[in-house]
T-cell receptor, first 116, second 112 residues
Framework: AQTVTQSQPEMSVQEAETVTLSCTYD???????LFWYKQPPSRQMILVIR??????QNATENRFSVNFQKAAKSFSLKISDSQLGDAAMYFC?????????????FGGGTRLMVKP | DTAVSQTPKYLVTQMGNDKSIKCEQN?????MYWYKQDSKKFLKIMFS???????INETVPNRFSPKSPDKAHLNLHINSLELGDSAVYFC???????????FGPGTRLTVL
């Protein structure tokens, strides 16, 4: 079974600075998708960014980018120019293509605090 | 327009009761899901359903049952509620590959 690990339960960053959240996963599949979701205090799950494993280029969405290292099974999220509104729980998630039911496997989450 | 909606947002009930949570999506997606988020924020899949197939996570008690009246709705029925069922329940939907899942706002269930 696939597992997703987020080794940092909490992180903090100064406003306007850059922070990187770590995620590693374990799988025997060669094709899969990886996601980062943000959960602010409102508890709504919001998609931040997505990476297809067959793409070598790292995904980027405005201030959010990933460092995808397929061989190392690592998928970290970098937030540049951090804003107060970035404070939230961040979840890394895995979706294998051979996954019956298309289900997501989530990591345990990282709580990001942004200091003004 | 809300893409994935859930009702109610909060549900407080007594142990032993039966309750339902409704989910609707207006995205035209084929597949819907239910996830449970426990008090430690851990998210776990409960069910995946499209109009052909129900996939059940083997760890989900059979007191939980999804019911889909049509493609846009997937309701969650819970029988004989237990204290350990207290959690936030999320509905989600997706369509095709890359199968990005869009989540509802969650329902906080508290069992007393």
């Amino acid at each position: 079974a696939q597992t997703v690990t987020q080794s940092q339960p909490e992180m903090s960053v100064q406003e306007a600075e850059t922070v990187t959240l770590s995620c590693t996963y374990d799988t025997s599949e060669s094709d899969y998708y990886l996601f980062w979701y943000k959960q602010p205090p409102s508890r709504q799950m919001i998609l931040v960014i997505r990476q297809e494993a067959y793409k070598q280029q790292n995904a980027t969405e405005n201030r959010f980018s990933v460092n995808f290292q397929k061989a190392a099974k690592s998928f970290s999220l970098k937030i540049s120019d951090s804003q107060l509104g970035d404070a939230a729980m961040y979840f890394c998630a895995y979706r294998g293509l051979n996954n019956a039911g298309n289900m997501l496997t989530f990591g345990g989450g990282t709580r990001l605090m942004v200091k003004p | 327009d809300t893409a994935v909606s859930q009702t109610p947002k909060y549900l407080v009930t007594q142990m032993g009761n039966d309750k339902s949570i409704k989910c609707e999506q207006n995205l035209g997606h084929d597949t819907m899901y239910w996830y449970k988020q426990d008090s430690k924020k851990f998210l776990k899949i409960m069910f995946s359903y499209n109009n052909k197939e129900l996939i059940i996570n083997e760890t989900v008690p059979n007191r939980f049952s999804p019911k889909s009246p049509d493609k846009a709705h997937l309701n969650l029925h819970i029988n004989s509620l237990e204290l350990g069922d207290s959690a936030v329940y999320f509905c989600a939907s997706s369509q095709g590959l890359p199968d990005t899942q869009y989540f509802g706002p969650g329902t906080r269930l508290t069992v007393l």
